[in-house]
């Protein structure tokens, strides 16, 4: 059994259950989203990291300044810049596999950012400009989704979703089951009412290195090489 830091626990036996599952229209999901309704014309599923960041407590100067994290770009600008940004590079990942040794991945309790596009070397491991218009698919990598890591067992993954549902008309929070191929960085299981394709595991935010206010950081944590994915 995994060793989790204390703020991981709270995350995933406090902080999460008391808003998911939940659906647009409940009170447990208007913690995660309240201004969302039916065809605004965008997802939910950035709600939720905000939602935990929030009660893990983020520095007012720090979010003031755009460095919190909330919202597709501002969540992978802001773990760039304190360093808790962890760049999935799927040719790194295919040489540790190559080499026996257990590639570099996230765990539970981390942010996980999808992106599809050829920026994969470049976009993904970037501060994007967040004020420029379309500015997510800053060169040349697009972040599609976020969500947060729950567990995971051989290549089958548990992660919890806001953003589930056909947008048009409603939105939920899930947990949901996911498949995880850690040589490609393909990632299959976060399905809307019509489906959608495999997309790429761009990087995710490593919890326990963000300097959150709740005094449950993990001293010197960094980026890990932890077996949470195997093909």
């Not at 990291?49 to 929030?54: E, F, K, T």
Request: aromatic share 10%; net charge positive.
């Amino acid at each position: 059994m995994e060793q989790l830091s204390a703020r991981r626990r709270r995350i995933l036996t406090q902080i999460l259950p008391a808003v998911v599952p939940s659906t647009y229209g409940d009170n447990r999901f208007g913690e995660i989203d309240s201004n969302w309704t039916p065809g605004c014309g965008y997802t939910t599923c950035g709600g939720l990291p905000a939602y935990v960041s929030n009660h893990l407590g983020q520095n007012p100067s720090h979010k003031k300044r755009g460095y919190g994290l909330g919202g597709l770009i501002g969540m992978r600008n802001a773990a760039l810049r304190f360093g808790a940004w962890v760049h999935h590079d799927p040719l790194a990942t295919q040489a540790s596999i190559a080499r026996g040794e257990a590639p570099k991945l996230p765990r539970p309790g981390d942010y996980y950012l999808l992106c599809s596009g050829r920026g994969r070397s470049t976009g993904c491991n970037h501060i994007a400009p967040t004020s420029q218009k379309m500015a997510w698919r800053y060169k040349g990598a697009t972040i599609e989704h976020v969500g947060i890591i729950v567990e995971a067992k051989g290549d089958l993954g548990r992660t919890a979703d806001a953003g589930q549902g056909y947008s048009k008309v409603t939105q939920q929070a899930l947990y949901m089951f996911c498949r995880f191929n850690a040589a490609t960085g393909r990632m299959t299981g976060e399905v809307g009412a019509k489906g959608r394709p495999m997309r790429r595991l761009c990087g995710w935010v490593n919890i326990d290195a963000f300097p959150f206010t709740d005094g449950q950081a993990v001293v010197g944590a960094g980026p890990q090489h932890v077996k949470w994915w195997k093909e």
